[in-house]
């Protein structure tokens, strides 16, 4: 794992002490409609006017992850760090296929992949022996075509906002919500760089961002077919 300087990442040391306490359309229509290869599809916006709860509705219904990622806070990080794990995956295997040529494209690339790195190594640092093992994945199309990496990192970018907003309400822990708010506003700004390329809005969803459930947005991911273990 990449070391992180958690003096350089987190001046108050909200990650610092989080390390340290943790030792001790509704439908998903929208992830059919472009090609990729295997037959899973992703469309460039379709997702974010698909998973509606917003997010005092989030806040309201809990939306907490599956048991299986860990109790209280502890499974909430590890919700997060397995949506970063596939963020930081697709990143990566684009920028080693070389696909992005254009320059402005290029330049997300490699803010966006360094950034999604970091997320990765930064909570799987917090979380220590009880970080989620990483799973596989097929990115298919979205890694070898541009122009559906493109439409892929921008339901991707706004996804993680709205997963975030989702889970603020149950994080009871300071250090660890100091930890999520950090990652949510670089994710945001992530989404709204990738807007503007592709000419979306880059606040699709008007002046106030939605919140999703844990269990709207796995089986999203889980209908995108790029986890394959």
Do not use: C
């Not at 070391?3 to 350089?8: K, Q, T, W, Y």
């Not at 990483?134 to 122009?147: I, L, M, Q, Y």
């Not at 991707?156 to 999520?180: C, D, K, R, S």
Request: net charge positive; charged share 20%; aromatic share 8%.
């Amino acid at each position: 794992m990449t070391h992180i300087n958690l003096e350089a990442v987190d001046t108050d040391g909200a990650i610092r002490e989080a390390a340290e306490q943790v030792s001790g359309d509704t439908r998903m229509s929208f992830l059919r409609k472009g090609a990729m290869a295997g037959g899973a599809a992703l469309s460039g916006g379709a997702i974010l006017g698909a998973l509606v709860p917003g997010a005092a509705m989030a806040a309201s219904q809990k939306g907490r992850p599956p048991a299986s990622f860990g109790k209280g806070d502890i499974g909430i990080l590890n919700y997060a760090l397995t949506l970063e794990y596939l963020e930081a995956a697709f990143y990566d295997t684009a920028a080693k296929n070389g696909i992005v040529k254009n320059a402005a494209l290029k330049a997300f690339l490699t803010a966006t992949k360094k950034d999604e790195d970091t997320h990765v190594a930064t909570l799987k640092q917090a979380l220590g022996s009880k970080a989620a093992k990483k799973p596989s994945f097929d990115f298919g199309k979205a890694v070898t075509d541009v122009d559906t990496f493109a439409a892929t990192a921008y339901v991707l970018e706004n996804t993680g906002v709205h997963a975030y907003i989702g889970q603020a309400f149950n994080i009871t822990t300071p250090a660890y919500l100091a930890v999520a708010l950090s990652i949510v506003t670089v994710e945001a700004r992530h989404a709204g760089a990738i807007g503007l390329y592709l000419s979306k809005p880059i606040t699709p969803n008007g002046p106030f961002d939605t919140g999703f459930t844990a269990s709207k947005v796995l089986a999203a991911v889980k209908g995108t077919g790029f986890i394959k273990g």
